[in-house]
């Protein structure tokens, strides 16, 4: 394939991605639009809103296309892929809603196609569903139970891979009362199992009581709302932490503190996140999220609070805009989203600030920077939000939305805020991935053509040749150890900088996650990396603490417990 001109400064596995991805390409599979078209397109696109608000499109598509060539905000993918084309879904998140029977199974499932097929990720919760073994009454037979649906959601999702923008990802959520808790807490020890799901047990208030107190617990019957069976809470959990230790599945998310952050109660309660459990969702709701470069936003080693400020606002703006000219794959998608309003700004490149800060991740300086921030965000999306919704009226579900009984005058988005993982996007911008450290300072990276090259972090080389250090020697050591810890001729403050995913503690790792959370309405994606050796009991210890830190919910990964994890270290493709 031919890569694509460009006069912005973009890497070379950015244009790859970018060329095979995002950028309209011809019958034969070269990109006819360079990133400059792709972010006009964009900006144009969005900015046909502004019409109906009888404000000027060109001046606006002028700053949306500043607001993302410059690399400071882009929105997710599938707006860069899909706006301004016939297809023009533009949401990554979904929650889709799983009722008890055959037909509306299958309806979630054909929703769930349509979701995929441009780009966006669904959750379900599975809850609802009767347990295995449990009556049919119209065919006298007897129900297989959620998880073999499940299977059937999974094999879909399989085959639309193929002809759709990319991989289609899924959340698959159960209560922890459910009867078939165990089944479904097992399930993905088996590597064959569930491959396009990730799966998280929804943990409610009661079950953290019966496991504090060493009490059973009931399961109950969906269908019939009758008790089944008690099992000890303490077995269930066990079970749970050890899966998680073994392959990094089922995370958790925690209900009742996502229903006490719902801002419209009276549309109902929510019971699923989208895949990466950053985006709690009403059923049939979808949001667009889009994410700031923090990297890029230091000026004389401080953060640039004004110049961030106007980012924030703009941004909010643009997300805003989006759902006026979004496509919805369905009415009753359109419908709810459209009531709420809902937009999820977050951040990208939080680690790569730091470093240019001359912050160490693994310190309280970086804690509280986080909550300064997030807090700082929140507050001018909220402003911008407020702002908007005098202008052009607010989400129609705001009467008696959290918004209402705070005093607001008017809101026009339910919530502004949501922190992404940024996995393509933080690629393209460059940039570190959400909120998290860095994975690695230095790995090879093989292209197609079979060459193979090292790439270092840009300030860890910068600093290494600034110290006069042997880099030749180092990045060897590190592409060995994945990280500076042990190697020997390097200073200890360099150390703590150039601090990578695995060596950052537990408590670190939560406490940067809790800080972000506190001023996020949504939720934040984050990954707590572990070293291989981790015990089993430390897995329970984080779930605990991450409960008691106010989260939404936890995902954990210990180092090579899974074959096939996308970022293994040194071997990036
Ligand atoms: N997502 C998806 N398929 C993917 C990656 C992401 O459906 O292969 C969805 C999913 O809902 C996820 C969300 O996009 O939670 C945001 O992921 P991320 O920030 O990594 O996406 P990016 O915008 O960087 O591509």
């Known amino acids: 394939m031919k890569l694509p001109r460009t006069d912005l400064p973009l890497s070379r596995p950015a244009l790859l991605v970018l060329a095979y991805r995002y950028l309209v390409r011809d019958e034969k599979g070269d990109p006819v ?22 404000e000027d499109p060109e ?31 533009l949401s990554a998140c979904f929650v889709l809603p799983v009722e008890d029977s055959l037909e509306a199974i299958f309806e979630a ?5 349509l979701i995929h097929k441009s780009g966006g990720g669904t959750g379900f919760s599975f809850s609802r569903l009767r347990p295995k073994g449990d009556v049919v009454r119209t065919t006298q037979g007897v129900a297989s139970g959620p998880v073999s649906f499940m299977r059937v959601f999974d094999a879909a999702t399989e085959a639309i891979k193929q002809g759709g923008k990319r991989r289609g990802a899924n959340m698959g959520i159960l209560r922890v009362d459910h009867p078939d808790i165990e089944e479904f807490i097992l399930i993905k020890r088996d590597p064959r199992e569930l491959r396009n799901f990730n799966i998280s047990v929804a943990v409610t208030e009661d079950f953290i009581k019966a496991l504090k107190q060493g009490a059973d617990f009931p399961l109950i019957n969906p269908r019939t709302g009758q008790e089944t069976r008690r099992v000890k809470a303490r077995h269930l959990f066990d079970l749970l932490t050890e899966s998680a230790w073994m392959t990094g599945d089922p995370g958790v998310i925690f209900l009742d503190t996502i229903n006490r952050a719902n801002p419209t109660p009276l549309l109902g309660p929510i019971e699923s996140t989208n895949p990466c459990g950053e985006q709690p969702l009403l059923p049939y709701e979808s949001c667009n999220l889009g994410s700031i470069n923090l990297s890029r936003f230091v000026k004389d080693r401080q953060v640039d609070y004004p110049r961030l400020g106007k980012t924030v606002r703009l941004a909010v703006r643009f997300l805003d ?57 929140e507050r001018e999306s909220v402003a911008e939000s407020q702002r908007l919704g005098e202008i052009r009226g607010s989400f129609p579900a705001f009467p008696g939305s959290l918004w209402d009984e705070k005093g607001f005058p008017a809101m026009r988005n339910a919530t502004t805020t949501t922190v992404a993982p940024t996995g393509t996007l933080s690629l393209i911008a460059g940039t570190s991935s959400g909120i998290e450290p860095l994975f690695a300072l230095a790995y090879r990276r093989r292209a197609l ?5 090292t790439e270092i972090h840009p300030e860890f080389l910068k600093a290494l040749e600034e110290r006069k250090l042997p880099v030749e020697d180092i990045v060897a050591e590190v592409l060995e150890r994945g990280g500076l810890s042990g190697i020997k001729g390097v200073p200890e403050d360099l150390k703590r900088l150039f601090v990578t995913a ?28 572990l070293p291989e050796d981790t015990p089993k009991e430390e897995i329970g210890r984080i779930y605990l603490k991450a409960y008691e830190l106010g989260l939404k919910g936890v995902t954990i990964y210990r180092y090579g417990s899974r074959p096939e994890a996308p970022l293994r270290l040194a071997r990036e493709e």
């Open 33 to 54: 639009e360079t990133p400059e078209e792709m972010f006009w397109r964009v900006a144009r696109a969005v900015a046909e809103a502004e019409r109906e608000f009888g």
């Open 59 to 89: 001046f606006w598509a002028e700053r949306f296309y500043q607001l993302m060539a410059s690399l400071d905000f882009l929105p997710n993918s599938p707006t860069l892929m899909n706006a301004g084309l016939p297809l023009g879904q």
């Open 109 to 113: 499932l054909k929703a769930a196609a």
């Open 321 to 377: 805009d989006v759902i006026e000219v979004n496509r919805f794959p369905l009415p009753q998608i359109a419908r709810i989203t459209r009531l709420n309003r809902k937009i999820g700004l977050g951040v990208m490149g939080f680690a790569d600030l730091l470093i240019r800060l001359g912050i160490p991740y693994d310190s309280a300086e970086a804690v509280k920077l986080a909550e300064e921030i997030m807090a700082f965000i």
């Open 449 to 453: 053509e079979g060459v193979e090259w």
């Open 502 to 529: 695995f060596e950052v503690s537990p408590e670190r790792h939560l406490a940067i996650q809790a800080a972000f959370q506190r001023h996020t309405h949504n939720a934040v994606s984050k990954t707590i990396n």
